[in-house]
Every structure is written in structure tokens, then in C-alpha cells.
């Protein structure tokens, strides 16, 4: 331990020290309050304001904006922001202010941004580019559906002729004439139910039909005669119904050409014979080589793929 006398000797040095230093810190505060307020006067002077403006209105701000832009101020900034994780603090805080979360309520509820909407989804660019993917998916689903139907008859008649070389035919196979009808029976009982529709309307304006083996009869009758017309239209028409244009087949007499509406009316009836023994009259179709069932030999027509070897299928068919 230091002896007392040093100790008293360092605490009036200490004291000595301030007592010297005191007048100057007085003066340095004083001088410091009179510094700030003549700078004050002279920044709120009028002429300092005036060189302000001239400066602002001169080459002085564009040159100032090239220099940050030169330098990549701002870049640096962002990058100083980013790396040390204000800016992540900002932004989180920004957007879970409630003031944000006003002003966005606000901004969606104002009639401009909802009529902004409402000219957007009925532009013309975004009806068309609705339609062309709508389009674009659909066919792409058909295309696979068509795709496989196809391949299912070809993987069939291989299974069946082990023997004979393999390779695609022109001629339609069970698969895809399976769908094909399928399709078709769809749309037939759609358009059956809505002349139902239409029939039952008319009928409770009169009272009903009565008795209820009639109405039977006449709704059974009713189907008959919509899927006649159908499939012998389309046949005798274009020679493809909707559903033989979805898997993309069509119907051929030995000329290349549809068949007429005689031929047409020979093919539906060997298509109900066809189907009333449990399908057995689709049975040769698996062994024909035409791939022809008891309608086509019926009525001397085939059924073939419609593409690209369409024109292979007509020679063929001729033959």
C-alpha cells in the first residue's frame, strides 16, 4: 500500500488538474452554443437560400445522381444492407406495420384497382391465352387417351398373331372402336335426356303421361330412334360420328369413299346385331385382317386410322 502522504499528494494533483481545466471547458460550452447559433443565422439567411436554389436548379444534382450511379453507391449500400441483415429487418417491419396492412386493404377495396381487375381478365390477350391452354391441356389429354387406345390395339393383335411380323396397321382396332362407341353412346344419351327434358316440360302443361309402361315405351323407343338418326347421319354425312373424330377413325367403303345412307342404315343394324349377343359380333375383329367386325362385313366397309396414314388406309381398303 502506497504511503498516506502519496495518497494526499495524487488527490491534489487531481483536484489542482480540474480546478485548471474548469475556466477552459466553460469557455469551449459557451463558444460551442454561440458557434451553433451563428450557424443557424447564416443557414436561415435569405442569401444562403437563394445559393441553395441556384444550385439545386443547376448541373449540381444530375452530376450528383452520375456520381452515385459511376461509383455504384447504392449498390453498395443494398449489398451492406443485405449482408448484414438491416435490410431483411426493414422490409419485416415494413410489411408488418398495420399501416401497411391498411393501405393494402385500402388499395385492393378502391374501385380503380377493381375496375384495373376487371379490364385485365376481359382483355383479349387474357381471354386467348386462357383458350390456347385450355386447348393446348385438352389435347394433350386426348392425345394420350387416343395414344394409348392405339397402342392397346396393336399389343392385342400381336398377342393374337405371334407369327406375323409386327408393325402398325392402317386399320382400326377393338380398343379404339370400343372407345369410339363409348364416346358416342355419351353424347346419345345427353341428347336423350334432353329431349326428355323437353317432352317432360311439355307433358306437366297437359296433366302427364300416363299410364307409366307407356312412358317407358316411349323413352326407350325415343333413344332408339335418336342414336338411328345419329349414327346413320354422321356415317352417310362425313363418315366419322364425334366419337370415331375424337380417336380420329373413319369409315370407308371399298371405293375410299363414306358410305352412303342405304349402306349407313345395312351398317347400324349390323351394329345392333353386333351388340345384343353380349358384343360378340366385335369378336372377328380381332382376328380379321381388315380388323373388320359383323357390321363392316355387313355392310362392305372398314374402319380405319385418320392421319397421316389415311392414305395408306384408302389404298388398302380398295384392295
Keep these: 500500500m502506497s504511503p498516506p502522504d ?10 489542482a488538474g ?11 460550452r459557451v463558444w460551442r452554443e454561440q458557434l451553433e447559433a451563428a450557424v443557424d443565422e447564416v443557414l436561415s439567411a435569405p442569401e444562403i437560400a437563394r445559393v441553395i436554389d441556384r444550385a439545386l436548379a443547376g448541373p449540381l444534382p444530375e452530376e450528383f445522381a452520375r456520381s452515385v450511379v459511376r461509383h455504384d453507391v447504392l449498390q453498395r449500400v443494398a449489398a451492406e444492407l443485405a449482408s448484414s441483415g438491416e435490410l431483411e429487418r426493414l422490409l419485416s417491419e415494413a410489411l ?30 387474357v381471354r386467348e391465352a386462357i383458350a390456347k391452354q385450355t386447348v393446348g391441356l385438352a389435347d394433350e389429354v386426348v392425345g394420350g387417351f387416343r395414344s394409348a387406345a392405339a397402342g392397346l390395339d396393336d399389343r392385342l393383335w400381336r398377342a393374337l398373331h405371334r407369327r406375323e411380323r409386327a408393325g402398325r396397321s392402317v386399320y382400326a382396332g377393338v380398343a379404339t372402336r370400343a372407345a369410339a362407341l363409348t364416346t358416342d353412346v355419351l353424347v346419345i344419351t345427353f341428347l336423350h335426356m334432353a329431349a326428355v327434358g323437353i317432352v317432360s316440360l311439355v307433358a306437366s302443361l297437359v296433366g302427364g303421361l300416363r299410364p307409366e309402361w307407356l312412358v317407358g315405351a316411349l323413352l326407350a323407343v325415343g333413344w332408339f330412334l335418336i342414336a338411328a338418326g345419329y349414327f346413320v347421319l354422321f356415317w352417310s354425312a ?22 352412303g345412307a342405304g349402306r349407313s342404315i345395312v351398317r347400324l343394324i349390323g351394329l345392333v346385331l353386333s351388340i345384343i349377343p353380349m358384343f360378340i359380333g366385335f369378336v372377328p375383329i380381332l382376328f380379321d385382317q381388315r380388323r373388320r367386325g359383323l357390321a363392316d362385313f355387313m355392310a362392305a366397309t372398314v374402319i380405319v386410322y385418320d392421319g397421316p396414314s389415311d392414305g395408306r388406309a384408302v389404298k388398302n381398303a380398295r384392295s
Design 18 to 28: 480540474r480546478a485548471a481545466f474548469f475556466p477552459a471547458r466553460t469557455a469551449a
Design 238 to 259: 362425313a363418315g366419322v360420328t364425334p366419337g370415331m373424330r375424337l380417336l380420329r377413325l373413319r369409315v370407308r367403303t371399298a371405293a375410299g369413299s363414306h358410305p
Design 6 to 15: 502519496e495518497e494526499e499528494h495524487a488527490g491534489f494533483a487531481d483536484a
Design 96 to 125: 408488418a406495420s398495420p399501416r401497411t396492412r391498411d393501405l393494402t386493404d385500402q388499395i385492393l377495396a378502391s374501385d380503380e384497382t377493381k375496375r384495373a381487375l376487371r379490364e385485365i381478365a376481359s382483355s383479349p390477350e
